[in-house]
């Protein structure tokens, strides 16, 4: 397939690149910068020059493709305070992809998060049959995968792809993890709140690759699929890991010090979201392969840099 795909030099797009390439796609990267478009060329990929507030050019790139992962995320807006208005702008994005697929019945693939269940499934494990109809705050990103999924029924095989809060390996460098790092090098305490018996899940970015690679290739449209190799660590051991690779202790923090010592994160920190990718791995055959979270943190390469 020629596959264009947004996000294609990020964090996790740099899993799915190389993976569809390896398995004979061609890749049309969507590419906001000249260093982008040659980060995309060297890797033996297509550069389109654009941006994700170009709605007309990503109707034209998506009619223009045999299908479509969309990766990109407007991370920077989210980090600043204006989560409102990145997912806007991805909701705007999510449609103009879907129009130039319409009636064509080629894949549309593209990324959510499993964050957004926790409030719809205190108590349990979330599954990809979990749904909600809307949400604010972490919730509000089903809004994108509910617009998406309603392409379906416009002759669009769409699926999306729900990555856990951590997405881990040697090409995370600005996630959560090095985000919560971060923190524990400038305070001086890895931190957790309450008890830290919140539980996060965690995939390896390896194998978000390859879930996405398969999403576009098979998945039926309307699908919904979890990247999720830990159904949920507690936090408590995330931060007890961190600690302990740092030289620093683990502490709990005090609930009204949280936005002062986790920043933007401190929303997201007692989240406790278990979840599974059982029925990701049945649909599409795939299993993790990877390292987990926690035996990745033990590998050593998040704190090898400053």
């Known amino acids: 397939m020629r596959v264009f795909v947004t996000g294609a030099t990020g964090h996790v797009g740099s899993a799915v690149l190389p993976e569809l390439l390896s398995a004979g796609h061609e890749v049309v990267g969507l590419a906001r910068s000249e260093t982008s478009a040659a980060a995309l060329k060297a890797l033996g990929a297509e550069a389109r020059p654009g941006d994700l507030d170009d709605l007309d050019g990503l109707r034209e790139a998506a009619s223009a493709a045999d299908g479509v992962i969309h990766?990109?995320?407007?991370?920077?807006?989210?980090?600043?305070?204006?989560?409102?208005?990145?997912?806007?702008?991805?909701?705007?994005?999510?449609?103009?992809?879907?129009?130039?697929?319409?009636?064509?019945g080629k894949p549309l693939v593209i990324t959510s998060g499993t964050g957004m269940l926790a409030?719809?499934?205190?108590?349990?494990?979330?599954?990809?049959?979990?749904?909600?109809a809307t949400g604010e705050?972490?919730?509000?990103?089903?809004?994108?995968?509910?617009t998406a999924i309603q392409f379906a029924e416009s002759g669009v095989r769409v699926s999306a792809v729900r990555l856990p809060p951590v997405v881990h390996s040697t090409l995370d460098h600005h996630g959560f993890i090095p985000t919560l790092i971060a923190v524990a090098r400038a305070t001086g305490v890895s931190g957790y709140l309450g008890d830290g018996g919140n539980r996060w899940p965690a995939g390896h970015t390896l194998d978000a690759g390859r879930v996405f690679r398969l999403a576009l290739e098979q998945a039926?449209?309307?699908?919904?699929?979890?990247?999720?190799?830990?159904?949920?660590?507690?936090?408590?051991?995330?931060?007890?890991?961190?600690?302990?690779?740092?030289?620093?202790?683990?502490?709990?923090?005090p609930s009204e010090e949280a936005a002062a010592h986790f920043g933007f994160l401190a929303a997201l920190v007692p989240l406790d979201n278990p979840t599974s990718s059982a029925r990701t791995q049945q649909l599409l055959g795939w299993k993790p392969a990877h390292p987990g979270l926690i035996a990745d943190l033990d590998l050593g390469h998040y704190f090898s840099a400053a």
């Open 220 to 253: 039926p449209a309307g699908s919904r699929l979890h990247v999720v190799g830990d159904e949920g660590i507690e936090f408590r051991l995330i931060a007890e890991t961190i600690g302990r690779h740092l030289g620093v202790p683990t502490a709990a923090v």
């Open 71 to 104: 990766l990109a995320f407007k991370h920077d807006a989210m980090s600043a305070g204006d989560y409102v208005g990145a997912i806007r702008d991805e909701v705007a994005a999510v449609r103009a992809l879907g129009e130039g697929l319409a009636g064509s």
């Open 137 to 146: 705050g972490p919730q509000a990103r089903i809004v994108a995968e509910n």
């Open 119 to 132: 409030a719809a499934t205190r108590g349990r494990v979330g599954t990809e049959d979990d749904v909600l």
